[in-house]
């Protein structure tokens, strides 16, 4: 019968009534019929099974809403009350159990019929069996009344009460449980007709066995695929049912999410109804055990394993999925074309591939599912965890007040998705779970999956790539070859039959598949513990520790290593900037776009990002194992890493993470920058870079160098890049250009995230924990019983006499090769720098040697940029304190920008760190500068100990009695130490683009503006004296030249109520106007009044006169002891802090070398490019012209843009002008 046959049919009640009652009979005999013996051939069943599968092949459509032309709903509802009101669901499961069974007998007896050679089994091995048909079409009429469920009318439909008869019935449990004795059949009778074939072929030819029959016997495996295809079919059915349940479900949770805002109490329990029912279906044992079937079938068999008990020759026979190749290679396509469709599309056909990544997917998917808890159990765990970290002492504490939150940080895109929360499980419904299998075994399981899915992907990368490549043409070799390095080509294994799944869809799997072996690591290990806790009553939760426990992750590294390369690499061969993601750049979509609703395009690199992300992300995925509390300082390193640590380092985590933060903040001002609510922020960053213990401080002694500094330096760049992102749009009210577009984007912002970035600025950060983590190390009694030589050389500095300001020159470890030279001229043969530091004995372990390496490597790259993009936060604080004061000048007012940068009346919203009112942009950009001011006192020592060292090389070259050799020796080692005090100096002080001073200048500044006054705390105050003390004594002659340049308006002078309204306001050195501040902060504080006025004594003779005197600097060497309890780094005050650790660190040039990568950067002092997968990949391009390559850049851009800003005129026009 036609469609239209059946549209006629079914919408004539005088015929509906009467078709429904014939199938209805027809189900309900079948399950009698298969109880007679050799039912196949039962005339009647013969008969009854024509017509079932005739009925079948119109109630299918019918009820799917496929029929053409369309049948009316209120018919389909119709039908399925009548079905409903007969039970025929469970009457069709009933006769699908009966006739399986029957089936399965039935086979088996025409095997071994075959097997025996019986000649009647022949011809009925070329054809289905009607009992295979008949449960073929059992299972459509189940699909069908599944796809009604779901269907646009699925309202109606649960109204007469279809979704309940579909649970209730086990259909769906039914069908996939057959689906085992059916390919089970299917199996033998294939190998019974190739046994068969083969002994007729062998009785003809005389022992061709050896081909296996795949050219032989071309027709028996033409008859044999009836069977198997018959099996695999009905296994793409449930595979189809399984999918679209799935994506029912997902828009459950979606529609509930968007209907619990408005809060109906009767559609949030229908809304919940609903999303039981899908949990329901998906949770029964059956099917879940037909998931996990599936998935494993389809690693086997892709690594030429059995599949379904289907021997691997027979099951590759069929064809390639048809799709075609350039579409299978596609890995970007338009967002109409949902994920499913090509599988769903799919109903089955002769060569029916059996190769499904999409079930695979949804099975993994469907086993981390997300879990929201209801709001009020979601407050009540925030307020617990509030609590908890608030007695838990821990890294997390900061002095603003701010409570850690295990969700932190927040601003992270898988927070606005919606698809998955990690550790969890069971759905909303508490019912979905994990298929029951040793967690070994699973993440064994898991591990194969991810390389299959990236073996899959190799392919489509090599084709794009050489779309690229071709693309490009002869013009740009250079990029081409950056390219041709990928990852995941050079890396994944082939899989053993060199088949793979399709390339679609290959990486959201496989980064699934981490996702879920990951979390059943977690799972298991909070389990664990609860038993733990249960049994001995212990009360230590991991609410107290900050962290939950992830068990045993060693084995995922490598994983996670692989699919964060192969998103990058898809990234890359498909042009996604993934800072710039999910975008159509162009059209009012680019205005509208939001990636939690729909976005213009779908690229695949772009959806797994959001899974890595997180899992590349210490909270809330892998963490790094932390050092044994014993063995955590520097002194107390252990000669090797702990296991775990090393299995991570040496699946290539650092470079990982490096390339995947360039990937992520490749781009300056893209919309991640931009906090685009879609695309997240530095949620990846601030989540690494937030502390230096006890993650990085292990990475320092143990990673390789060269890898670690690389990722130093692209953390200080992404550092600077996040600073210059953090001014809010309070100081776009100086610009004209921005006015409501910028307040429009202000409101696509993820929440969260400028707080976050604003937190990291003033920290806790890593510039501030490798100081207190050198300064707990350094500390006398800090490390536990310091007994080998160079750490007690290190922290007792022979040599110093009984009081602390005399400490005197030591045995520093990074002095030994001068000294060493200086004692053998000629020894080593050559100049101090040629000699190999691999080769020179520096007496140090090389776990401390590569830490203190890293750390001073590390300073420089953080401080360098630190300083200047506080300076700039300062300027930019001090234009919103004007704008908030109305002060602001030009005939541009906006009058909304200039509102949101007034103090707010509400404390709250003083303290919020997300807005940008002038006291979270004054705390903000301050406390930038504190960040640095906490570092200059160590480069002021480390500067000084490199100057000690000069003078005392140097009277030994002038001294008597010595050879001339000793005396060049001497010499050299003199001009040496010189040069690495200067870099040390250069580090500060950089005159020619932002020196420290104007840093302090800019700081007092916005510290004595009345209107961002409100914000300074005692600490601001305190550490910009600290600082200024230190470079004052340090470099008298600089401070004065550059105080007396950089003045700031008289405070005392715009307090004044008797302030005039016009006139210039007078100008005073920076120190007089920080004292104005410190008395202003501190003034109650009677204690600390004398000794601040006697060192604003002191700072005031030193700018005056330009010049230190001999107490001076020895006040500066015992650490200014009157100031040095407000301001000390680590654990215990202690006035020798900055001098201890300068004396730990090796100076700049021997770091770098140590290291084994140049602490040279680009002169251009705006760049922010991360070109490149790794910093340490960048050659620095030395200028070809006058200047003599001093200045070096890291790309064409950095140059021209250097040229321009005055490189020109340094260097003169025979210089190498930029192409
Ligand atoms: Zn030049
Ligand atoms: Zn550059």
Same mark, same amino acid.
């Given at each position: 019968?036609?469609?239209?046959?059946?549209?006629?049919?079914?919408?004539?009640?005088?015929?509906?009534?009467?078709?429904?009652?014939?199938?209805?009979?027809?189900?309900?005999?079948?399950?009698?019929?298969?109880?007679?013996?050799?039912?196949?051939?039962?005339?009647? #069943?013969?008969?009854?099974?024509?017509?079932?599968?005739? %009925?079948?092949?119109?109630?299918?459509?019918?009820?799917?809403?496929?029929?053409?032309?369309?049948?009316?709903?209120?018919?389909?509802?119709?039908?399925?009350?009548?079905?409903?009101?007969?039970?025929?669901?469970?009457?069709?499961?009933?006769?699908?159990?009966?006739?399986?069974?029957?089936?399965?007998?039935?086979?088996?007896?025409?095997?071994?019929?075959?097997?025996?050679?019986?000649?009647?089994?022949?011809?009925?091995?070329?054809?289905?069996?009607?009992?295979?048909?008949?449960?073929?079409?059992?299972?459509?009429?189940?699909?069908?009344?599944?796809?009604?469920?779901?269907?646009?009318?699925?309202?109606?439909?649960?109204?007469?009460?279809?979704?309940?008869?579909?649970?209730?019935?086990?259909?769906?449990?039914?069908?996939?449980?057959?689906?085992?004795?059916?390919?089970?059949?299917?199996?033998?009778?294939?190998?019974?007709?190739?046994?068969?074939?083969?002994?007729?072929?062998?009785?003809?030819?005389?022992?061709?066995?050896?081909?296996?029959?795949?050219?032989?016997?071309?027709?028996?495996?033409?008859?044999?695929?009836? +069977?198997?295809?018959?099996?695999?079919?009905?296994?793409?059915?449930?595979?189809?049912?399984?999918?679209?349940?799935?994506?029912?479900?997902?828009?459950?949770?979606?529609?509930?999410?968007?209907?619990?805002?408005?809060?109906?109490?009767?559609?949030?329990?229908?809304?919940?109804?609903?999303?039981?029912?899908?949990?329901?279906?998906?949770?029964?044992?059956?099917?879940?055990?037909?998931?996990?079937?599936?998935?494993?079938?389809?690693?086997?068999?892709?690594?030429?394993?059995?599949?379904?008990?289907?021997?691997?020759?027979?099951?590759? @026979?069929?064809?390639?999925?048809?799709?075609?190749?350039?579409?299978?290679?596609?890995?970007?396509?338009?967002?109409?074309?949902? #994920?499913?469709?090509?599988?769903?599309?799919? =109903?089955?056909?002769?060569?029916?591939?059996?190769?499904?990544?999409?079930?695979?997917?949804?099975?993994?998917?469907?086993?981390?599912?997300?879990?929201?808890?209801?709001?009020?159990?979601?407050?009540?765990?925030?307020?617990?965890?509030?609590?908890?970290?608030?007695?838990?002492?821990?890294?997390?504490?900061?002095?603003?007040?701010?409570?850690?939150?295990?969700?932190?940080?927040?601003?992270?895109?898988?927070?606005?998705?919606?698809? #998955?929360?990690?550790?969890?499980?069971?759905?909303?419904?508490?019912?979905?779970?994990?298929?029951?299998?040793?967690?070994?075994?699973?993440?064994?399981?898991?591990?194969?999956?991810?390389?299959?899915?990236?073996?899959?992907?190799?392919?489509?990368?090599?084709?794009?790539?050489?779309?690229?490549?071709?693309?490009?043409?002869?013009?740009?070799?250079?990029?081409?070859?950056?390219?041709?390095?990928?990852?995941?080509?050079?890396?994944?294994?082939?899989?053993?039959?060199?088949?793979?799944?399709?390339?679609?869809?290959?990486?959201?799997?496989?980064?699934?598949?981490?996702?879920?072996?990951?979390?059943?690591?977690?799972?298991?290990?909070?389990?664990?513990?609860?038993?733990?806790? @249960?049994?001995?009553?212990?009360?230590?939760?991991?609410?107290?520790?900050?962290?939950?426990?992830?068990?045993?992750?060693?084995?995922?590294?490598?994983?996670?290593?692989?699919?964060?390369?192969?998103?990058?690499?898809?990234?890359?061969?498909?042009?996604?900037?993934?800072?710039?993601?999910?975008?159509?750049?162009?059209?009012?979509?680019?205005?509208?776009?939001?990636?939690?609703?729909?976005?213009?395009?779908?690229?695949?690199?772009?959806?797994?990002?959001?899974?890595?992300?997180?899992?590349?992300?210490?909270?809330?995925?892998?963490?790094?194992?932390?050092?044994?509390?014993?063995?955590?300082?520097?002194?107390?390193?252990?000669?090797?890493?702990?296991?775990?640590?090393?299995?991570?380092?040496?699946?290539?985590?650092?470079?990982?993470?490096?390339?995947?933060?360039?990937?992520?903040?490749?781009?300056?001002?893209?919309?991640?920058?931009?906090?685009?609510?879609?695309?997240?922020?530095?949620?990846?960053?601030?989540?690494?870079?937030?502390?230096?213990?006890?993650?990085?401080?292990?990475?320092?002694?143990?990673?390789?160098?060269?890898?670690?500094?690389?990722?130093?330096?692209?953390?200080?760049?992404?550092?600077?890049?996040?600073?210059?992102?953090?001014?809010?749009?309070?100081?776009?009210?100086?610009?004209?250009?921005?006015?409501?577009?910028?307040?429009?984007?202000?409101?696509?912002?993820?929440?969260?995230?400028?707080?976050?970035?604003?937190?990291?600025?003033?920290?806790?950060?890593?510039?501030?924990?490798?100081?207190?983590?050198?300064?707990?190390?350094?500390?006398?009694?800090?490390?536990?019983?310091?007994?080998?030589?160079?750490?007690?050389?290190? %922290?007792?500095?022979?040599?110093?006499?009984?009081?602390?300001?005399?400490?005197?020159?030591?045995?520093?470890?990074?002095?030994?090769?001068?000294?060493?030279?200086?004692?053998?001229?000629?020894?080593?043969?050559?100049?101090?720098?040629?000699?190999?530091?691999?080769?020179?004995?520096?007496?140090?372990?090389?776990?401390?040697?590569?830490?203190?390496?890293?750390?001073?490597?590390?300073?420089?790259?953080?401080?360098?940029?630190?300083?200047?993009?506080?300076?700039?936060?300062?300027?930019?604080?001090?234009?919103?304190? %004007?704008?908030?004061?109305? +002060?602001?000048?030009?005939?541009?007012?906006?009058?909304?920008?200039?509102?949101?940068?007034?103090?707010?009346?509400?404390?709250?919203?003083?303290?919020?760190?997300?807005?940008?009112?002038?006291?979270?942009?004054?705390?903000?950009?301050?406390?930038?500068?504190?960040?640095?001011?906490?570092?200059?006192?160590?480069?002021?020592?480390? +500067?000084?100990?490199?100057?000690?060292?000069?003078?005392?090389?140097?009277?030994?070259?002038?001294?008597?009695?010595?050879?001339?050799?000793?005396?060049?020796?001497?010499?050299?080692?003199?001009?040496?130490?010189?040069?690495?005090?200067?870099?040390?100096?250069?580090?500060?002080?950089?005159?020619?683009?932002?020196?420290?001073?104007?840093?302090?200048?800019?700081?007092?500044?916005?510290?004595?503006?009345?209107?961002?006054?409100?914000?300074?705390?005692?600490?601001?105050?305190?550490?910009?004296?600290?600082?200024?003390? +230190?470079?004052?004594?340090?470099?008298?002659?600089?401070?004065?030249?550059?105080?007396?340049?950089?003045?700031?308006?008289?405070?005392?002078?715009?307090?004044?109520?008797?302030?005039?309204?016009?006139?210039?306001?007078?100008?005073?050195?920076?120190?007089?106007?920080?004292?104005?501040?410190?008395?202003?902060?501190?003034?109650?504080?009677?204690? =600390?009044?004398?000794?601040?006025?006697?060192? #604003?004594?002191?700072?005031?003779?030193?700018?005056?006169?330009?010049?230190?005197?001999?107490?001076?600097?020895?006040?500066?060497?015992?650490?200014?002891?009157?100031?040095?309890?407000?301001?000390?780094?680590?654990?215990?005050?202690?006035?020798?802090?900055?001098?201890?650790?300068?004396?730990?660190?090796?100076?700049?040039?021997?770091?770098?070398?140590?290291?084994?990568?140049?602490?040279?950067?680009?002169?251009?002092?705006?760049?922010?490019?991360?070109?490149?997968?790794?910093?340490?990949?960048?050659?620095?391009?030395?200028?070809?012209?006058?200047?003599?390559?001093?200045?070096?850049?890291?790309?064409?851009?950095?140059?021209?843009?250097?040229?321009?800003?005055?490189?020109?005129?340094?260097?003169?026009?025979?210089?190498?002008?930029?192409?």
């Amino acid at each position: 019968m036609s469609q239209e046959a059946w549209s006629t049919a079914w919408s004539d009640p005088a015929l509906r009534v009467p078709l429904f009652q014939v199938f209805s009979c027809l189900v309900r005999h079948l399950e009698k019929l298969m109880a007679l013996k050799d039912s196949d051939e039962n005339p009647s #069943f013969r008969a009854f099974h024509c017509i079932f599968i005739c %009925i079948a092949v119109g109630l299918g459509p019918l009820l799917s809403g496929q029929l053409v032309p369309p049948v009316a709903t209120a018919t389909r509802v119709k039908v399925a009350k009548m079905a409903v009101d007969t039970q025929l669901l469970h009457a069709l499961t009933r006769a699908l159990a009966a006739l399986v069974d029957a089936e399965t007998k039935g086979s088996k007896q025409i095997v071994a019929a075959a097997r025996i050679g019986d000649p009647n089994a022949g011809p009925l091995l070329q054809e289905q069996t009607p009992r295979a048909a008949t449960v073929e079409y059992c299972g459509v009429c189940v699909r069908a009344f599944i796809e009604a469920a779901l269907g646009p009318d699925a309202e109606k439909m649960r109204a007469v009460g279809l979704h309940r008869a579909i649970e209730s019935s086990g259909a769906l449990p039914r069908l996939a449980r057959s689906m085992m004795p059916l390919s089970n059949v299917a199996v033998e009778l294939d190998e019974a007709l190739m046994a068969a074939a083969a002994a007729k072929a062998g009785g003809r030819a005389g022992g061709s066995r050896g081909t296996g029959g795949s050219s032989g016997s071309s027709s028996s495996s033409t008859a044999v695929r009836v +069977h198997r295809e018959g099996a695999i079919k009905q296994i793409r059915r449930v595979c189809a049912i399984v999918m679209e349940l799935w994506d029912g479900h997902a828009e459950a949770i979606q529609a509930a999410a968007r209907s619990e805002p408005s809060g109906g109490g009767k559609a949030g329990e229908a809304a919940a109804s609903r999303i039981r029912w899908f949990e329901g279906l998906l949770s029964d044992p059956c099917v879940r055990h037909f998931m996990l079937q599936h998935l494993l079938a389809q690693v086997a068999a892709a690594d030429g394993g059995s599949c379904y008990g289907m021997a691997p020759r027979q099951l590759l @026979q069929a064809a390639e999925p048809m799709v075609p190749e350039s579409d299978a290679m596609r890995l970007e396509v338009p967002n109409e074309d949902p #994920f499913h469709t090509i599988m769903a599309a799919m =109903g089955g056909g002769a060569e029916v591939p059996l190769l499904l990544l999409d079930c695979v997917y949804t099975s993994v998917a469907g086993w981390t599912v997300h879990s929201r808890p209801p709001p009020a159990a979601a407050a009540a765990t925030a307020a617990g965890s509030g609590g908890g970290g608030g007695d838990g002492g821990s890294d997390c504490r900061s002095g603003s007040g701010i409570t850690p939150d295990l969700q932190w940080p927040p601003g992270v895109p898988w927070q606005a998705r919606n698809v #998955f929360a990690l550790v969890d499980s069971g759905g909303r419904s508490g019912l979905l779970r994990r298929p029951d299998v040793p967690l070994r075994g699973m993440q064994g399981l898991m591990r194969r999956l991810v390389d299959v899915c990236l073996a899959s992907l190799v392919p489509g990368i090599k084709k794009h790539q050489q779309e690229q490549q071709r693309k490009l043409g002869g013009k740009a070799g250079a990029s081409a070859g950056t390219t041709a390095q990928l990852y995941t080509i050079a890396n994944a294994q082939p899989t053993a039959t060199g088949r793979a799944f399709p390339a679609r869809g290959s990486l959201m799997c496989a980064s699934r598949a981490t996702l879920l072996a990951f979390s059943n690591r977690c799972l298991q290990a909070q389990e664990r513990l609860q038993q733990q806790q @249960q049994k001995g009553g212990v009360a230590v939760g991991w609410g107290q520790a900050l962290e939950p426990p992830q068990g045993d992750i060693r084995a995922l590294w490598r994983p996670l290593v692989r699919i964060t390369h192969a998103c990058l690499d898809v990234a890359l061969v498909t042009g996604v900037d993934l800072g710039e993601c999910g975008f159509d750049k162009s059209g009012e979509a680019a205005a509208t776009a939001d990636a939690d609703t729909k976005p213009p395009l779908y690229n695949e690199a772009v959806d797994a990002l959001r899974f890595i992300e997180r899992l590349m992300s210490p909270c809330g995925g892998l963490r790094l194992p932390r050092l044994p509390p014993a063995h955590a300082g520097l002194f107390t390193l252990l000669p090797s890493p702990p296991d775990g640590l090393r299995t991570a380092l040496e699946a290539g985590y650092v470079p990982a993470l490096e390339r995947l933060l360039r990937a992520l903040h490749r781009t300056e001002g893209s919309n991640r920058e931009l906090c685009h609510r879609s695309l997240g922020g530095f949620g990846l960053f601030a989540s690494h870079f937030r502390s230096f213990e006890p993650v990085w401080a292990a990475v320092f002694a143990y990673g390789e160098p060269r890898e670690v500094a690389s990722l130093m330096a692209t953390s200080a760049t992404t550092m600077r890049l996040m600073m210059s992102f953090v001014v809010g749009i309070a100081d776009m009210t100086w610009d004209p250009e921005y006015t409501t577009g910028t307040i429009r984007a202000a409101k696509r912002r993820l929440p969260g995230e400028m707080a976050m970035r604003r937190r990291l600025i003033r920290g806790p950060n890593l510039l501030q924990g490798v100081l207190t983590w050198l300064a707990n190390s350094a500390a006398p009694g800090g490390a536990p019983a310091v007994s080998n030589g160079w750490a007690a050389a290190a %922290i007792e500095a022979p040599g110093a006499g009984p009081a602390a300001g005399a400490l005197v020159l030591g045995e520093r470890w990074w002095q030994r090769r001068w000294r060493h030279e200086m004692a053998a001229p000629g020894g080593a043969g050559s100049s101090s720098s040629g000699s190999g530091s691999g080769a020179f004995d520096w007496g140090v372990p090389q776990p401390a040697l590569q830490a203190l390496a890293l750390c001073s490597f590390t300073m420089k790259r953080w401080v360098y940029w630190m300083a200047r993009s506080g300076r700039n936060l300062c300027v930019m604080a001090q234009k919103v304190a %004007i704008s908030a004061a109305g +002060h602001m000048p030009g005939l541009f007012v906006n009058p909304r920008t200039v509102g949101l940068c007034r103090l707010p009346d509400d404390p709250a919203a003083r303290l919020d760190d997300d807005l940008d009112h002038v006291g979270v942009q004054t705390r903000t950009a301050l406390g930038a500068a504190c960040s640095v001011f906490r570092a200059v006192p160590v480069i002021v020592h480390a +500067h000084l100990l490199c100057k000690e060292f000069a003078a005392e090389a140097r009277q030994r070259a002038g001294s008597a009695g010595i050879g001339a050799a000793e005396a060049a020796a001497a010499q050299a080692a003199a001009e040496a130490a010189e040069a690495e005090a200067e870099a040390w100096k250069l580090l500060l002080l950089d005159f020619s683009h932002a020196s420290c001073f104007e840093l302090v200048a800019e700081v007092t500044e916005l510290m004595t503006n009345t209107v961002a006054g409100s914000a300074v705390s005692s600490e601001h105050v305190r550490w910009t004296l600290y600082a200024l003390l +230190h470079l004052a004594v340090a470099f008298p002659e600089d401070a004065a030249r550059e105080l007396k340049k950089y003045q700031v308006p008289s405070p005392y002078f715009s307090s004044s109520p008797s302030r005039p309204a016009t006139g210039p306001v007078p100008k005073v050195t920076a120190d007089a106007a920080l004292q104005a501040a410190c008395v202003q902060v501190l003034g109650l504080q009677v204690q =600390g009044i004398g000794t601040i006025a006697a060192e #604003f004594f002191v700072l005031g003779r030193l700018i005056n006169n330009g010049r230190a005197e001999p107490r001076d600097v020895e006040a500066l060497k015992a650490g200014f002891p009157l100031l040095a309890p407000w301001c000390s780094v680590g654990k215990l005050p202690d006035a020798l802090w900055a001098r201890r650790v300068a004396a730990l660190l090796p100076p700049l040039a021997l770091a770098g070398e140590l290291v084994g990568m140049s602490s040279d950067m680009c002169a251009n002092r705006a760049c922010v490019r991360m070109v490149g997968d790794s910093a340490a990949g960048v050659t620095l391009q030395r200028c070809g012209g006058r200047c003599g390559g001093a200045a070096s850049y890291c790309c064409v851009e950095c140059q021209r843009t250097h040229w321009n800003a005055g490189h020109k005129e340094a260097c003169g026009k025979r210089a190498a002008v930029p192409k």
